[in-house]
């Protein structure tokens, strides 16, 4: 089956994912479910996502033919990962485990997959993305967390509504691909995720940081890194962006821009 993307665009919601979710067996396979506002975003770990009217991208797309979070969510940055390197290819974007995009230490991007159960199990999953596109420097810096706007990064106002029917685009060739072969999702997926090979900081479940050399990532998604010899597996936790992670020799963190 080869899912459509249907647009459905809404004025104001608590949030895309909320939406979505309660009205998940009305709404079709594939539907995206956009909002010009948010009054109630939020982000992993119930984390609050910044949502003026107008400004940035909001969306929830219905999947009920994946189950696995997990896939949802690699769907969904390689999606935005496209959108956002098409739109400004001068500028270096990449995927930090396990669902952020960030340029260089700023994030960008945050993707919040959420499946919904029936009396029958798991019926589907949500994938929420929120992208930050025309935020300017005063909304960035009230953030409480390193992050990025395209308009920070380029100073220039942007088109959400036609950026959204580019993501929708590119939502729907990953959607495909996952139904043709899910090992070809994942393997690219996996070959541009930002952190293999590299010396990053995890803060796991239980909030202790460890400072860990990443060899690979599982097929189930988990972090394999070693720390003093040992090899460890993180499913959960959030990985931090270190000067020791970036190559500060040819990225303008300020911009994101390679030279």
Do not use: H
């Amino acid at each position: 089956m080869r899912p459509e993307i249907n647009v459905l665009e809404l004025e104001s919601v608590d949030s895309t994912n909320t939406y979505a979710k309660n009205n998940f067996d009305e709404l079709p396979d594939g539907t995206l479910v956009v909002a010009e506002e948010q009054t109630a975003g939020r982000g992993r770990l119930e984390r609050k996502w910044i949502s003026p009217a107008g400004k940035n991208i909001y969306a929830s797309l219905v999947m009920k033919n994946i189950t696995n979070p997990f896939y949802a969510t690699i769907v969904s940055s390689l999606a935005v990962l496209d959108l956002l390197g098409n739109t400004e290819p001068r500028i270096e974007f990449f995927i930090k485990w396990p669902n952020d995009i960030y340029t260089a230490d700023r994030k960008i991007s945050g993707i919040l997959c959420e499946y919904t159960v029936g009396t029958g199990g798991v019926k589907g999953v949500i994938a929420g993305v929120g992208i930050n596109i025309n935020l300017d420097r005063a909304e960035i810096r009230a953030i409480d967390q390193p992050a990025a706007s395209l308009k920070y990064l380029t100073g220039r106002d942007y088109n959400v509504k036609k950026l959204v029917e580019e993501l929708a685009y590119s939502l729907k060739r990953y959607y495909i691909i996952y139904s043709n072969s899910p090992e070809e999702l994942f393997a690219e997926w996996k070959q541009r995720n930002f952190v293999i090979g590299r010396r990053i900081e995890v803060v796991d479940a239980a909030g202790s940081v460890k400072r860990v050399f990443v060899k690979d990532i599982a097929g189930n998604g988990e972090l394999l890194a070693e720390m003093n010899g040992s090899l460890f597996r993180f499913s959960c936790g959030d990985v931090r962006i270190t000067r020791e992670s970036l190559d500060f020799q040819r990225l303008d963190v300020s911009r994101g821009v390679f030279s």
